[in-house]
């Protein structure tokens, strides 16, 4: 069962345009929200964030928004380019009795933005 | 500002030896997690620790898989009898205190033949 989901696996998108990964969870437990951005070879690197308490959160070129009651978010990225292509992973986080605020990912977005 | 690093970054061994890995988190972060990436799969949760405890382990965690910190700084994660599923990408992540963000290594990517 996975508890965050990313259904599109690939996404193309023109130089210039705007680019929208989306996500749903099913955890109604999840109280953060998480995106990073993968390149081949390498760690997940942090992106952008937001908590359950909000709906929007911006940065530069970067926006996520959150729909509680739909259990999904989103992440906008605008314009798109090219060095923006990447696999995108949403991750979320819920409280444990342990403290960890363990990350829960989805499977990941391949994003392509063509020049 | 330097950040997690992980060591090797590729490991290839025969079925049934044993592997070791070490982490070294950012130096400020007290939280440093291990997580599993599988191709096609986004990272899975496998163990984390605060300071130098382990307070948490995954199911994924079998008894074949052993982590440590000995003294809340680096950590290793030994894997014993390998086996050929156990082939991946071991991530290590750490996070600070009063943040939610966690900031990964590179990985070591492990092939079992």
């Known amino acids: 069962d996975q508890q965050v989901k990313q259904n599109s696996p690939s996404l193309s998108v023109q130089e210039g345009r705007i680019s929208i990964l989306n996500c749903d969870y099913t955890?109604?437990?999840?109280?953060?929200f998480l995106w990073y951005k993968k390149y081949p070879a390498e760690g997940p690197t942090f992106l952008i964030s937001?908590?359950?308490?909000?709906d929007k959160n911006e940065d530069g070129r970067f926006t996520v928004f959150l729909n509680k009651s739909a259990k999904h978010l989103s992440l906008h990225i605008v314009p798109s380019q090219p060095g923006d292509s990447a696999v995108y992973f949403c991750?979320?986080?819920?409280?444990?009795?342990?403290?960890?605020?363990?990350?829960?990912f989805g499977k990941g977005t391949k994003l392509s933005v063509i020049p | 500002d330097t950040g997690v690093s992980q060591d090797p970054r590729h490991k290839i061994t025969k079925r049934g030896q044993n592997v070791t890995f070490r982490c070294d988190p950012i130096?400020?972060?007290?939280?440093l997690y291990w997580y599993r990436q599988t191709l096609g799969q986004g990272p899975e949760f496998l163990t984390y620790?605060?300071?130098?405890?382990?307070?948490?382990k995954s199911r994924l965690l079998s008894d074949r898989f052993s982590a440590e910190r000995p003294k809340g700084s680096f950590s290793t994660l030994e894997i014993q009898r390998t086996e050929q599923g156990d082939s991946a990408m071991y991530l290590c992540?750490?996070?600070?205190?009063?943040?939610?963000?966690?900031?990964f290594g590179p990985g070591t990517r492990l092939t079992v033949t």
């Open positions: 992540a750490s996070r600070p205190t009063g943040a939610y963000e966690q900031y």
């Open positions: 955890n109604s437990m999840f109280d953060y």
């Open positions: 937001i908590s359950s308490i909000k």
């Open positions: 991750a979320a986080s819920a409280y444990s009795g342990a403290g960890s605020y363990q990350l829960t």
């Open positions: 130096s400020e972060h007290n939280r």
């Open positions: 620790f605060q300071n130098e405890a382990q307070l948490e």
